[in-house]
């Protein structure tokens, strides 16, 4: 079953914290993996993408990582701002499939100050 | 900012009313998506559709109809609203490659009272 979970379900840190998030999947045949930021009460914008060949793809504070072989990725904020404060939901692609889009349950990040 | 458009935002309703929300997008995509997510929860897939006339039902079971008769436009339609209706409806679009980034709109927040 095309499953994908994400720990923890919540987190909060001190402004200028760093954290990171994981995601474990077992979707097949792998197609890439997104991590999206979801702020309260809007829709969720794409932060990078993750594809098979690909271990780490920065961008500005955010960085991915991906682990093709144990089917994991995480994601490392850096200096974290209050601006972070939103859910960040884990995407996995499968290459075949009339759905091919499957979603994590996300995790709720709260940067205090 | 993704051109992708849903209205209203906000919408508290009676139960029994009939309601459509609209969904827009400008990039000419041919995939669209209608996601419900209740708060704090994952997004579940209610439709989806390839292209102009083609629709399919996703693996969340929804009373809600949706229509495709322009590429641009996908409204999804309740015919007799319920309490238990009550949810946040995200709307979204991509090309029609595997690899490709859904872009979201910013939802329509749903209170059926």
């Known amino acids: 079953k095309n499953q994908v979970e994400q720990s923890p379900q919540s987190l909060i840190i001190l402004e200028g914290k760093n954290c990171t998030l994981q995601c474990n999947y077992t979707v097949s045949p792998f197609s890439n993996l997104r991590w999206y930021k979801q702020d309260t009460g809007r829709g969720p914008v794409s932060l990078t993408i993750m594809t098979f060949s690909e271990n780490t793809k920065s961008n500005g504070r955010y960085t991915a990582t991906l682990d093709a072989d144990t089917k994991q990725s995480s994601l490392h904020i850096t200096a974290s701002q209050l601006s972070d404060s939103a859910s960040y939901i884990c995407?996995?692609?499968?290459?075949?499939?009339?759905?091919?889009?499957?979603f994590g349950t996300g995790t709720r990040l709260t940067v205090i100050p | 900012e993704a051109d992708i458009y849903q209205t209203p935002r906000y919408l508290v309703i009676g139960t029994g009313k009939k309601i459509t929300l609209e969904c827009s997008q400008t990039?000419?995509?041919?995939?669209m998506y209608w996601y419900q997510q209740d708060p704090g929860m994952e997004l579940h897939l209610i439709h989806y559709?390839?292209?102009?006339?083609?629709?399919e039902k996703g693996d969340l079971s929804s009373e809600s109809t949706v229509s495709r008769i322009r590429t641009e436009h996908f409204p999804l339609t309740l015919e007799s609203a319920r309490p238990s209706h009550t949810s946040q409806y995200l709307c979204?679009?991509?090309?029609?490659?595997?690899?490709?980034?859904?872009?979201f709109g910013q939802g329509t927040r749903l209170t059926v009272v």
């Open positions: 990039m000419g995509h041919d995939k």
């Open positions: 979204a679009s991509s090309e029609m490659e595997v690899s490709t980034e859904a872009f």
């Open positions: 559709s390839y292209g102009v006339n083609s629709t």
């Open positions: 995407v996995v692609s499968a290459k075949t499939g009339a759905n091919n889009l499957f």
